[in-house]
């Protein structure tokens, strides 16, 4: 049943920020790796990043086992130690592993949990609305929707995502469609419960009213990714942004499409920061492809890491 909201319910993660979607890291025989995981946390947070996202596509969630999933969250939001947020992706098929996945999460210390929805059962409109109500019931910490239905295989439509904002603690959506009018739609449909952050694009999703980023690139570059949401948003310095914006522009189109766990793992092993090869079914970057890596890296700027 869907449930009135209160002005009170909406609750700031840090106001408006860039967040990651967070590498896992692997050893060369493919386990876990929780000493690099924290060295590469500890980096991104150096870095200026805003909050941290582990557990999610690019941080290869379907990979894991509940075990590792678990060990990861612990890893990250220990490193963070309450520096930034962090929202832990608990997405799953099953309704009841999603809340075993929020309740882990909430329980680690996380500020709130990422949930895409089912993506293989191709749920109707009502399966969705009971999906994630028997979800929101069960939660205490915020919940952001994240949409990308060229994964998935379902899309949380503006209206849809209107509708869900009614729920408890849905309070945030990652939008990571290519359609910017999402946004706009998303904020006037849901009048004020959801806030939006941009997937794909971040520039554009600013500009049309998104609270936030969650950026596969600031894999790579967490300073100035952060830093072209602080143009954008706070400095309200459009001019340095749309420059910035174009310096990042290489790096954004490295990562997006069928590449963006294996150029972002490349790519991190080329500035010094390796994080392991993908975990099967996904192959490492062919061989013939690196040129393109290095080019991207060098057309951004991109320096090596420091201080790992």
Not at 13 to 39: P, S
Not at 91 to 111: F, H, K, Q, Y
Not at 131 to 147: D, Q, V
């Amino acid at each position: 049943m869907l449930k009135k909201m209160h002005e009170d319910r909406r609750i700031s993660l840090d106001d408006t920020i860039t967040y990651i979607d967070h590498n896992g890291n692997w050893n060369n025989d493919g386990l876990i790796d929780l000493d690099a995981q924290a060295r590469f946390t500890q980096w991104q947070v150096d870095s200026g990043i805003h909050g941290l996202i582990p557990l999610g596509s690019t941080g290869e969630f379907l990979s894991m086992s509940f075990a590792e999933r678990k060990a990861i969250a612990e890893c990250v939001i220990k490193t963070v130690n309450g520096r930034v947020p962090v929202l832990v992706g608990a997405g799953a098929e099953s309704t009841d592993d999603v809340i075993e996945n929020v309740e882990m999460a909430e329980n680690l210390g996380a500020d709130g949990t990422m949930i895409i929805p089912p993506f293989y059962s191709t749920p109707t409109r009502s399966e969705l609305l009971k999906h994630f109500e028997l979800i929101s019931r069960k939660a205490t910490k915020p919940i952001m929707l994240y949409n990308n239905p060229a994964t998935a295989n379902v899309d949380l439509t503006p209206d849809l995502v209107a509708e869900l904002s009614h729920f408890q603690h849905i309070d945030y959506i990652k939008e990571s469609t290519m359609d910017v009018t999402r946004v706009r739609d998303i904020l006037d449909f849901s009048e004020g419960r959801m806030n939006v952050f941009g997937g794909i694009m971040g520039y554009e999703s600013f500009l049309s009213g998104a609270c936030g980023w969650v950026a596969v690139g600031s894999n790579i570059m967490p300073k100035e990714f952060a830093m072209l949401f602080s143009f954008s948003d706070k400095d309200k310095n459009l001019k340095e942004a749309r420059s910035l914006y174009k310096k990042l522009l290489p790096i954004i189109r490295l990562v997006g499409g069928h590449r963006y766990v294996s150029a972002t793992k490349a790519a991190l092993m080329e500035i010094g920061q390796p994080v392991g090869l993908p975990r099967s079914p996904r192959l490492p970057l062919p061989d013939s492809e690196f040129n393109m890596v290095k080019e991207a890296l060098e057309r951004s700027g991109c320096q090596r890491a420091q201080n790992l």
